[in-house]
C-alpha cells in the first residue's frame, strides 16, 4: 500500500507542486486539506477543491475552523489588547497556527504517514507548521518540497507543464493573506524600510467619505453586538469590518523580528480588530484597577510574542489565558466610536461597572470619600522614602 500524506492545500502555485512531488515522484497517496479562519468565500473554496481533484489527490477536505480559532484564541487577543510592537494584531500568525492545528488532527484522525507544507526556507511560517506539527504528531515526517528542493517560481512552473499542468502562474504585484482577524498585504514597497503600499494594493478600497457613529457592546470582555443589535463575537467582527473598512480604517504597515532573526515589514488592513481592541482597552480603563491594567499589558505582550513565535501549544499560554480571562468578569459595557475616512475616534463607554462615578468624586473638581487632611497625611508618608533618601545620600557627599 502507498504511504499517506496529508499537504496543506491552498491551490497556489507551490501547493499545486506539491501534490505532483509528492504524488508521482515520491509515491505518497495525497489527502489535501484547507483550513479556513474566515478568509475564503463559498466560490472560491468550491474552487479549490476543483483543482485539487483535477491534481489527482486521493481525498480533499475544507475545515471550517472560524469559530473554534476565535474561541481558542481570538478572545484572549481582546482579552490582552494585544498588538504586536503595538502596532499589528497577529492576523497572519495567529491564524497559521489554527490551519496547523486543525491540520495536525486530521493527520491522526486518517493515520497518515507524513504531513507537508508549502513553506519556503524563508519565513515564519514553516517554523509555526513544524512546530505544531512537531508536538502533536511526533514521529510523522514532515515533507517541504519547496524549502527542501530551494526551488524557484521559474522551476516549479517548468515542473508542472512536464506533468501536463498548464495554467496562468502570473505572479500578483501584491501577496494577499485574508482571514477573520485582518488582511496581510505584502508587495515591492514592504521588502524596503521607506516604501510604502500605494492605494491601489489596499485589498478595500475607500469608499465612504461621512462619518458614521457605531456602538460595540462587551459582555466580560467579548464583543456581543454592534448598533444595539446583539449578536455573537464573530458576527460581531464580520459586521464591525463590513462598516468600516470601506473608511480606510485599520491600514499600517508593521515591522517586526520574524522566528528566524531577520527584521520584517508587512502591510495590513485590519480595520474591525483594531478598533475593538482599541474599545475593548477603553473599557477596560473604567473597569479595572490599575494593577489589573499593568499586569495585564504585561501578560498580554508576552501572549502576543508567544503566540506570532508559533509557541501556542506552550502550556505556559493556557496559564495566561486564565488570568486574562479572570479580569473580564466587569467588562462589561457598550463603546461609542466615530469613524471617518482613515481614522476612528473612541467617543466614550457606558457600564454598569464604570468606576468613574461621581459618587466618590469628580477629578480635579470634587472629592466625596476622602478629606484634605487625608490627602495631606497620604501625601507626607507617601514622599517618605525618597526624602530619606535625599537626606542620607546629601550626608555622605
Known sequence: MKKKVVLAFSGGLDTTYCVKYLAEDRGFEVHTVIVDTGGF???????????????GVTKHLCVDQVPYYYEHCIRYMIFGNVLKNNT????????RMFQALAIANYAKEVKADAVAHGSTGAGNDQVRFDVVFHILIPGVDIITPIRDNKLSREAEIEYLKAKGVVRDWTKAAYSINKGIWGTSVGGKETLSSDGYLPEAAWPTQVSKSNPEEVTIDFVKGEPAGLNGKKMSAVDT??????????????RDIHVGDTIIGIKGRVGFEAAAPLILIKAHHLLEKHTLTKWQLYWKEQLGNWYGSLLHEGQYLEPVMRNIEKFLEDTQASVTGTVRVRLSPYNF????????????????????EMNNTWSGNDVRGFS?????????????NNETK
Open 345 to 364: 475616534n473612541l467617543l466614550g463607554i457606558t457600564s454598569p461597572f464604570d468606576m468613574m462615578s461621581s459618587k466618590f468624586g469628580t477629578y480635579g
Open 41 to 55: 468565500t463559498k466560490e472560491e473554496l468550491a474552487d479549490i477543491e476543483k483543482k485539487a481533484y483535477e491534481l
Open 380 to 392: 507626607k508618608i507617601l514622599a517618605n522614602q525618597a526624602m530619606f533618601h535625599g537626606l542620607v
Open 237 to 250: 467582527i464580520l459586521a464591525l469590518r463590513e462598516i468600516a473598512q470601506p473608511f480606510g480604517i485599520g
Open 88 to 95: 499589528y494584531p497577529l492576523s497572519v500568525s495567529a491564524e
